[in-house]
Every structure is written in structure tokens, then in C-alpha cells.
């Protein structure tokens, strides 16, 4: 594990309606919560929160721009229900896309589930923070997230603007 690895800073917000009112427990929140730590990553921040588009925005923007972390993982709300409104939650706060995580995300789930067509997460950057929606399964929140896991040090190392953070991009010859 890199020195970087250890200083990943994450929030994690889950997004459901019947969490948020205890009516049943937050599972992907905690699962989530554990795989980061197990990589030796830091969970600076978690919360849950109902299916309100302004309230999931004005976390995503609060964390984003006060909280100093690396990483906000969403859990929740990226289907097609009518409920379901964490990626448009996210496109309102994000300056910039990173589309490659949410199709790589998919793709690898298609070769699960062809339910995975369904899922509707995003990925893009507001300031240096990533914020990447996850379904809120906490087997499908897992499974996307072991995909994306391999990019996170590097897409950290860019938005920090690391001192050779590029270097992995150069041709060899």
C-alpha cells in the first residue's frame, strides 16, 4: 500500500428515503464504510439522507467545498423509480464528468446482472473532490466500487495535482 492509500480521504452518503426514517437500516452505508477502511482509507464523513434533490445537493456541496476530502461515494437512488434522483442530484453540483467510472461500472455489472442497464450512477468532480453514485445495494454498491477501487490513488494523485501524478501517462517506447 502507497503513502497515498493511506491518506484517502472519503465521505459516504447514503440516500434513502426509509433509512433516512429508520424504517429499515442503512446496509450500503456500513458495507461501504468497511471496504474503504480495509484499503487503509480514511471515512472523514457519513450520512444518510431522504430522496431530496436539494438535500442530497446541498451535502455533495458542503462536503465538497468545507470538508477537504479526496472521495464522496453516493449509495442509493441511482435507478430508475421515480424516487431515484441522486444522479441528477449530482450532474446539478459537479463542474466537470468523468463518465469513463460510471460506464466501466456498468459494464462490469452487465456481466452480472442485465438489470445493470438500469443503473443510472454518475461520476464527475466538483473543486479536487470525486463524487461517484453507487447503487444502493449493498452487493451491487461492492461490486461497483472492488471495479473502480484500481483508479482511485491516481485519479487522487490528478485532482491533488501530485508532482508525477502524469507520468503513468506517457508512451513507452
Not at 449509495?75 to 460506464?103: C, F, K, M
Not at 477501487?149 to 485532482?159: D, K, N, T
Request: aromatic share 2%.
Amino acid at each position: 500500500m502507497s503513502k497515498l492509500d493511506t491518506q484517502i480521504r472519503f465521505g459516504i452518503l447514503t440516500v434513502s428515503d426509509r433509512a433516512f426514517q429508520k424504517i429499515r437500516p442503512d446496509a450500503s452505508g456500513p458495507e461501504l464504510i468497511n471496504t474503504v477502511r480495509q484499503h487503509g482509507w480514511d471515512v472523514k464523513l457519513s450520512e444518510i439522507v431522504p430522496d431530496d434533490l436539494l438535500e442530497i445537493q446541498r451535502i455533495l456541496v458542503e462536503w465538497a467545498d468545507s470538508q477537504d476530502l479526496d472521495i464522496i461515494l453516493t449509495t442509493g437512488g441511482t435507478g430508475v423509480s421515480p424516487r431515484d434522483i441522486t444522479p441528477e442530484a449530482t450532474l446539478g453540483v459537479v463542474e466537470r464528468l468523468a463518465p469513463g467510472v460510471g460506464e466501466a461500472m456498468r459494464l462490469a455489472s452487465l456481466q452480472i446482472t442485465p438489470h445493470a442497464m438500469l443503473s443510472r450512477g454518475i461520476a464527475g468532480i466538483r473543486r479536487r473532490t470525486l463524487i461517484i453514485n453507487l447503487p444502493g445495494s449493498p452487493k451491487a454498491a461492492i461490486e461497483n466500487l472492488d471495479v473502480i477501487l484500481p483508479v482511485l490513488p491516481h485519479a487522487v494523485e490528478l485532482l491533488r495535482e501530485e508532482p508525477g501524478s502524469e507520468a503513468g501517462h506517457q508512451v513507452k517506447s
